[in-house]
């Protein structure tokens, strides 16, 4: 299992280093993130990704415990949905024409946080994302646009930061050899939630939660 492991992780470092010919560097235990990568485009709470020869805006919305992450392609103008029930751990994906409960082998684990940081003004946590959950909601086959809204879907709360959408993109590939979804393997993804305080005061006026890392488990 540890070979494996290691296997995926250089498969994802030498797929960043092919594609962008920036190194990977370390954020958190098993989860990496990219140095001096040129950000994607970002609009308010709106991530674009570069997704074949097109472009892809994707937004967020979270209300009373249920998660809608849209992804609407610019030049198809083609439009998909994930909709995540948290309460009632139901999916239902336009992807796939299905809605899912989220049971079993596809239950949606806790984030865990990252020792040493649960009281600095950020702190980072990590989330296992396995690939049952995410074919799940995208199906077989996925792309740059599909994944990320997969990965958002099942972290509360959170935007992705821009940064990232390259590493993105090497993940994908992986995700899409994988012949037999597992429950045990996945896509761990760090997440950094960073509290914003006012002078003088202890409560945190406001607080960003993003997706800043992944890496393959």
């Given at each position: 299992m540890g070979k494996a492991n290691l296997s995926r992780r250089g498969f994802i470092r030498g797929a960043l280093f092919a594609a962008t010919g920036?190194?990977?560097?370390?954020?958190?235990?098993?989860?990496?993130?990219?140095?001096g990568e040129t950000e994607a485009e970002t609009g308010g709470e709106v991530l674009t990704v570069r997704d074949g020869d097109g472009l892809v805006?994707?937004?967020?919305?979270?209300?009373?415990?249920?998660?809608?992450v849209t992804a609407a392609n610019r030049t198809?103008?083609?439009?998909?949905?994930?909709?995540?029930?948290i309460n009632n751990s139901i999916?239902?994906?336009?992807?796939?024409?299905?809605?899912?409960?989220?049971?079993?082998?596809?239950?949606?684990?806790?984030?865990?946080?990252?020792?040493?940081n649960t009281r600095s003004r950020t702190s980072y946590s990590t989330k296992n994302i396995s690939y049952a959950q995410i074919k799940s909601v995208v199906g077989t086959v996925t792309t740059v646009a599909a994944l990320a809204s997969a990965l958002l879907a099942f972290v509360a709360g959170a935007t992705m930061a821009a940064k990232i959408t390259g590493l993105v993109n090497a993940v994908v590939t992986a995700v899409n050899n994988v012949a037999s979804p597992s429950s045990s393997h996945?896509?761990?993804?760090?997440?950094?939630?960073?509290?914003y305080y006012r002078k003088g005061n202890h409560i945190p006026h406001r607080t960003v939660k993003q997706i800043t890392g992944a890496a393959l488990y």
């Open positions: 920036i190194a990977a560097t370390a954020l958190g235990p098993g989860v990496e993130t990219l140095a805006d994707i937004s967020v919305k979270e209300t009373d415990g249920v998660r809608t198809t103008g083609v439009v998909n949905t994930i909709v995540y029930d999916v239902s994906s336009s992807y796939t024409g299905e809605t899912v409960e989220l049971v079993g082998d596809l239950a949606v684990a806790d984030e865990k946080p990252v020792a040493g996945g896509v761990r993804v760090t997440i950094s939630t960073t509290r």
